[in-house]
């Protein structure tokens, strides 16, 4: 089992919808990212989160870490949207990221 | 902006050949991490580095893969004898800060296809 499992692997939604991806985790971490990467594979760093929830524009992150588990939501979704969301922990002791498979976002017009 | 660069963007080699794979960080930049990323599957990490110091190499594949960052700035991932399977693509990130709980800002990548 991977320690960082996504959900939904895939995603369609219409342009304006609210989505939701979502992230499990199975070891102890001390923080969570979450990552945007477009074709061509430029990665941006979206949220780094070690508790509770952080907001930037139309993206929310939020993090349970009794339960190991993050969600992605994107409010007023829009075609630009479109692209791989990575969820990624860095364990509790050491300084690299495990990543789970990306979720692929496709918002259509 | 300088952002993380990474060259070549993209490379062909034929199987058994060697392949160098170069990172500049952003200037002044600690932390220097090496990913690996297969087609369809999310980053795994290969190494570590900060400044000069290789802290963590637990993720080379092989003994084929090598890294070094010798004056604690450009870094260099070299593969020898480069087999079909090391076919990806090669995610540099670079960090300010040598603690764990920084953000990390990624380059480009380069994709490696091995014939």
């Known amino acids: 089992k991977n320690e960082v499992e996504q959900s939904p692997q895939n995603l369609t939604a219409q342009e304006g919808e609210f989505i939701t991806i979502n992230c499990s985790y199975s070891?102890?971490?001390?923080?969570l990212h979450w990552l945007q990467q477009h074709p061509g594979g430029g990665i941006v760093s979206l949220f780094m989160?070690?508790?509770g929830k952080k907001k930037h524009g139309r993206l929310i992150a939020t993090i349970n870490i009794q339960e190991k588990h993050s969600s992605l939501h994107i409010t007023a979704s829009h075609p630009r949207d479109s692209a791989v969301y990575i969820c990624?922990?860095?364990?509790?002791?050491?300084?690299?990221?495990?990543f789970g498979a990306g979720t692929i976002l496709r918002v259509k017009s | 902006g300088a952002g993380v660069s990474q060259s070549p963007r993209y490379k062909v080699a034929k199987r058994g050949q060697d392949v160098a794979l170069r990172c500049d960080p952003i200037?002044?930049?600690?932390?220097l991490f090496w990913y690996q990323q297969a087609l369809g599957q999310g980053p795994e990490f290969l190494t570590y580095?900060?400044?000069?110091?290789?802290?963590?190499k637990s993720g080379l594949p092989s003994d084929r893969f090598f890294a070094e960052r010798p004056e604690g700035s450009v870094s260099t991932l070299k593969i020898q004898r480069t087999q079909q399977e090391d076919s990806a693509v090669y995610l540099c990130?670079?960090?300010?800060?040598?603690?764990?709980?920084?953000?990390?800002?990624f380059g480009p990548g380069t994709r490696l296809t091995v014939l």
């Open positions: 990130a670079s960090s300010p800060w040598g603690t764990a709980l920084r953000e990390q800002f």
């Open positions: 070891v102890g971490i001390s923080a």
């Open positions: 989160l070690s508790s």
């Open positions: 990624a922990v860095r364990r509790e002791y050491g300084n690299k990221l495990v």
């Open positions: 200037s002044g930049h600690v932390s």
């Open positions: 580095f900060q400044n000069e110091a290789q802290l963590d």
